[in-house]
C-alpha cells in the first residue's frame, strides 16, 4: 500500500487518496462497534433504542455510562465493551495516523533530487 524506502516520495494526491481510505476504514470499524454495543445494551441492558444508542455512543466516546445497569449481564457486557471500546480507539489512531507516519518517516529518508517538485 505505501511505497518503500528507497522509491521516491507519493505525490499529495495519493496521499489525500490514502488518508481519505484510512478515514473510511476508521469510520467503518467505529460504526460495526457501535451496533455492537447498540444490540447488546438494546438486548442485554433491556434499554429501548435510544437509549441503547446514547449508552453505546458514550462508552465508545470514552465518556462513561449513563443509566444505571440493574442486572449482573448487563453489567458484564458493560464492561467488556468498554474494554473492547479502549482496543478500538488504539485501533482507530493507529489507523488514521498510518499515512501520516509513513509520509513523514519516509520523508527523512528520500534524498532531496527524489522529493517532487
Not at 474494554?83 to 495516523?97: N, P, Y
Amino acid at each position: 500500500m505505501f511505497e518503500q524506502k528507497h522509491e521516491k516520495l507519493a505525490p499529495v494526491s495519493v496521499f489525500v487518496r490514502r488518508m481519505a481510505a484510512s478515514i473510511a476504514m476508521a469510520g467503518i470499524l467505529v460504526s460495526i462497534v457501535l451496533l455492537i454495543g447498540i444490540a447488546g445494551y438494546h438486548w442485554i441492558a433491556g434499554f429501548d433504542w435510544t437509549d441503547s444508542f446514547l449508552e453505546a455512543s458514550m462508552i465508545l466516546g470514552g465518556m462513561g455510562p449513563v443509566n444505571p445497569l440493574t442486572t449482573r449481564a448487563a453489567k458484564l457486557f458493560a464492561s467488556g465493551y468498554a474494554l473492547f471500546s479502549g482496543l478500538i480507539f488504539i485501533a482507530v489512531m493507529g489507523i488514521v495516523l498510518a499515512p501520516i507516519t509513513h509520509r513523514m518517516l519516509h520523508k527523512f529518508h528520500v534524498d532531496e533530487e527524489d522529493l517532487p517538485k
